[in-house]
């Protein structure tokens, strides 16, 4: 699906899009988002209350005690994201084909509010261009469909075992 959206706005012989063609495609986003959502890079995150605080739902949090949110369990919730929370299913993402945002307190993979990661836009962009480069160039076939991807648990993200792969060159009929 991605490949067939790139088709429509790329030319055939075009590497790498443009800012404005990436924008374009809405699929892509969609892709991506679910991407993070089922294996968000930062998996979880600390703050430490410096003062006695409320929560916005009336939790109380006294000084010192320490609060993680966790955007891989929040991912994999079916109280945020309904029965179908384990399937990757980008269409989530779409009201008739475009775009459609969810807030990002139910999907903190950037974090939310004021301290919101600010490279986000930037980020987005970049995994968008290289997922392009990739899927347009190359037919990718992961070595074991069957076994869903494992994390290692850690700051930033990494496969347990890696990502086994089968990668050939695209052939295009011409
Ligand atoms: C997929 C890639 C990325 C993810 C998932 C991500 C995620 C996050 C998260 C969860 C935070 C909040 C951390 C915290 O409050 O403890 C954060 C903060 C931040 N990120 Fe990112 N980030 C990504 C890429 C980037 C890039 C490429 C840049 C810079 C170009 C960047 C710059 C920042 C900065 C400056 C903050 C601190 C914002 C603040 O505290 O006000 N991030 N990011």
């Not at 012989?13 to 993070?36: D, T, W």
């Not at 294996?39 to 005690?65: C, H, I, N, W």
């Not at 930033?156 to 009929?173: D, F, K, N, P, Y």
Request: glycine content about 6%; hydrophobic content about 40%.
């Amino acid at each position: 699906r991605v490949r067939e959206e790139s088709d429509q706005v790329m030319a055939s012989n075009q590497e790498f899009a443009s800012y404005e063609q990436i924008r374009e495609m809405h699929y892509l986003h969609a892709v991506v988002n679910e991407s993070l959502r089922l294996y968000p890079p930062v998996q979880f995150d600390s703050k430490f209350a410096m003062e006695d605080d409320v929560l916005p739902d009336g939790t109380f949090v006294r000084k010192g005690t320490r609060v993680t949110y966790h955007p891989y369990a929040m991912g994999r919730m079916e109280g945020i994201w309904g029965t179908d929370c384990m399937e990757f299913r980008p269409e989530r993402w779409l009201e008739n084909g475009a775009f459609c945002p969810i807030s990002p307190f139910k999907c903190p993979v950037f974090q939310a509010g004021i301290r919101v990661c600010l490279g986000k836009e930037l980020s987005l962009v970049e995994m968008k261009i290289v997922a392009l480069a990739v899927v347009r160039k190359f037919d990718v076939k992961i070595a074991t469909p069957e076994a869903a991807p494992r994390f290692d648990p850690g700051l930033t993200a990494m496969l347990s075992g890696g990502l086994q792969a089968e990668i050939r060159e695209r052939v295009i009929a011409e």
